[in-house]
């Protein structure tokens, strides 16, 4: 059997309908903003493989990083030990971040990062004697799949199958200068019962890429504060660079309790989730009570390896020439914003520093659903790119490496296939070169 028939026999994919998907494309190597699937086809990663791989696939610094630190220490509990590069990362993280955040918890991925600060702020509240058992979330925000991750992540058809089984969160709308003082008074109704207001910062990615502005955030934010929420910043997909700036606190005055972090975190490299957090979190924990103790652990928290990994993606991230990049990443797209913005078949254009994303008219509505979205994903694969549309919304988020050439041929391609779907021409013009 080939890789695909083997795939198939024996994996089940995510977010993949197995039965009407198409087969699985193996992929045999990487470098740089290329993947190689087994036939020797190149494919330029434009989504930098589900948002992880900030610096490029088989990153040659990164990787020399890992195999000398496997050669040295691969694993140990963290329970009651530690090593250094645990407590190097843990410094120079903090050190980037607002200054109230002092404390570093590890775990897995972001799920993980999102459960751990959820039961940080519950039981923040319990060990205060405290019974505030309710959270505040965005409509439509993302946060993870695992339950507690998945209850504070909005309700559809995602959720659906476990709606008794999710914790009870108030919803509210992004904010913006017109709805801000209903929101509050929304909020104002319940503040007593709230633990922590959890949200992706400027960006609901897996929401459609959707955005809104800094200043509206803060002045939320300064509300919650006045009402003693504590505050959840989810910077899984946001951070590292991804709006432009290090990380989406870098835009906001007002700073989190508690922050989320995965995905770039490891440049892509290994799994990894970091739940970061102040002083007046931690101390909360701090008792001769054994049970005010935050019993949360993963097998691998803190692993050598993964830890490693985001040391030398730091460094690269912090060097000249990776700032150089994001900078003229983001400026490509700006200009390349004003192109897509001129075409009929094109709404709602929006772009927030590397992160790229637009709309297609259909008739079926904005939807994770519509039939548009596979045609689209077919269509780039023929080019040579990857792309994964959410429905009929289209965005780019390339690796940081990607050249102002390579960046222009994804250009020209979203171009190309745009004139083919000019005037609803028949869909499977899509498919032809």
């Known amino acids: 059997m080939n890789l695909q028939e083997r795939d198939k026999a024996v994996n089940w994919h995510p977010y993949t309908q197995m039965k009407t998907a198409s087969d699985a494309i193996p992929i045999v190597r990487g470098k740089g903003v290329h993947l190689y ?82 039961k940080m702020c519950i039981q923040y ?27 504070v992540s909005g309700r559809s058809v995602w959720t659906k199958p476990f709606g008794e089984m999710l914790f009870e969160v108030v919803f509210i709308d992004t904010p913006n200068s017109e709805n801000l003082e209903s929101i509050k008074d ?21 929401a459609g890429m959707l955005m ?44 989190p309790d508690i922050m989320c972090f995965s995905k770039g975190l490891t440049g892509g490299t290994l799994p990894m989730g970091i739940t970061t957090c102040s002083n007046e979190i931690y101390n909360a924990f701090l008792s001769d009570d054994k049970y005010k103790t935050l019993f949360h652990g993963h097998s691998f928290t803190a ?28 400026e490509q797209h700006f200009q390349f914003s004003s192109i ?20 297609f008219k259909t008739d079926q509505g904005t939807s994770y659903f519509n039939e548009i979205g596979k045609m689209l994903y077919d ?21 940081y490496c990607i050249t102002s050439e390579e960046l222009e041929f994804v250009y020209h391609s979203i171009v190309e296939v745009l004139h083919k779907l000019k005037d609803h021409s028949p869909m499977h013009a899509v498919y032809q070169g």
């Open 125 to 151: 509240c319990y060990n205060h004697g405290k019974e505030k058992t309710k959270i505040l979330a965005f409509k439509n925000a993302y946060h993870g799949d695992t339950f507690g991750a998945m209850s």
């Open 303 to 330: 692993n050598p390896l993964s830890c490693t990994a985001a040391l030398a993606s730091m460094e690269l991230l912090l060097n000249e020439e990776t700032r150089h990049n994001i900078q003229r990443i983001s």
């Open 186 to 206: 929304q909020i104002k109704d319940v503040a007593d019962e709230i633990a922590c207001f959890i949200y992706e910062p400027l960006i609901q990615g897996a």
């Open 37 to 118: 699937d087994n036939e020797g086809k190149q494919y330029i990663d434009a989504v930098s493989s589900w948002w992880v791989t900030l610096h490029g696939h088989a990153h040659p610094y990164i990787a020399q990083r890992v195999s000398e630190q496997l050669n040295t220490l691969e694993q140990v509990i963290f329970a009651g030990f530690t090593h250094e590069p645990a407590i190097q990362l843990s410094e120079n993280l903090l050190q980037l971040l607002p200054n109230n955040q002092q404390k570093v918890f590890y775990s897995d991925n972001g799920s993980t990062a999102v459960e751990v600060a959820l």
């Open 340 to 359: 897509l913005k001129q075409h009929t078949n094109v709404e709602n254009v929006r772009q927030t520093g590397t992160i790229l994303a637009w709309e």
């Open 212 to 255: 809104y502005e800094a200043k509206d955030l803060d002045e939320l934010m300064k509300f919650c504060r006045e009402q003693e929420i504590l505050m959840v910043q989810d910077e899984v997909f946001t951070g590292f660079g991804r709006t432009g700036k290090l990380f989406a606190a870098n835009h906001l005055s007002e700073k």
């Open 379 to 399: 269509a780039f694969l023929l080019r040579g790119i990857i792309m994964r549309p959410l429905g009929n919304v289209m965005y780019l988020v390339p690796p």
